[in-house]
């Protein structure tokens, strides 16, 4: 295993004590010698080294991170902005939808409209007629009236005929 250690900083012999500023790091990896198991080795790692090591790993991708935190702030506006322009999509489709329900509406109505123009049209018809069967009835009934009334004043006539030819006696004087 390899030791992390400053520029200074020499391998420590297993089993002195690491300096004050350093830190130990234990590790397990297996060996491949002829005994089978683990071997534990002791790391001495200075925190000086430690520090430099973490502000350069951070100094190196740090700027990367924060521009792909940039790159994403601005794809999740976009994708708002975008959720937002879909919605107005959707309500507008929906209204096109309303739109032609009320067409269909319109078309339906005009459909009865319709019928109900022919049906007055018919109930005109249907009145006309009947107007014209009561006139009809109303002069075949004046017509037989007078046929009766030309019948009984014959027949009145015919019996005053009658009786005129009828003998009567002659009076004495």
């Known amino acids: 295993m390899e030791q992390e250690a400053g520029d200074d900083d020499h391998p420590a012999p297993q089993g002195a004590e690491p300096a004050a500023n350093t830190v130990c790091v234990e590790s397990a990896e297996p060996q491949a010698e002829s005994h089978a198991g683990v071997v534990e080795d002791l ?6 080294a430690v520090e430099k090591l973490t502000e350069g790993l951070i100094s190196h991708y740090l700027p990367q991170l924060q521009t792909s935190k940039r790159a994403l702030q601005e794809l999740t506006q976009n994708q708002v902005i975008l959720l937002e322009t879909l919605e107005q999509e959707i309500t507008k489709f929906r209204e096109c939808n309303t739109i032609i329900d009320l067409n269909s509406l319109f078309t339906e109505a005009k459909v009865y409209h ?8 018919e109930m005109i018809t249907l ?4 107007s014209k069967l009561k006139k009809r009835a109303l002069k075949l009934q004046q017509q037989r009236q007078r046929e009766a009334l030309e019948r ?5 006539r015919e ?10 006696p ?3 004087t």
Do not use: C, G, S
């Open 159 to 168: 019996l005053e005929r009658e009786r005129q030819l009828i003998a009567k």
């Open 170 to 172: 002659a009076k004495r």
């Open 114 to 121: 319709n019928k109900l123009v022919n049906i007055r049209k």
């Open 43 to 48: 790391v001495v790692v200075n925190e000086e």
């Open 152 to 156: 009984e004043q014959q027949r009145e």
């Open 127 to 130: 009145h006309d007629k009947t």
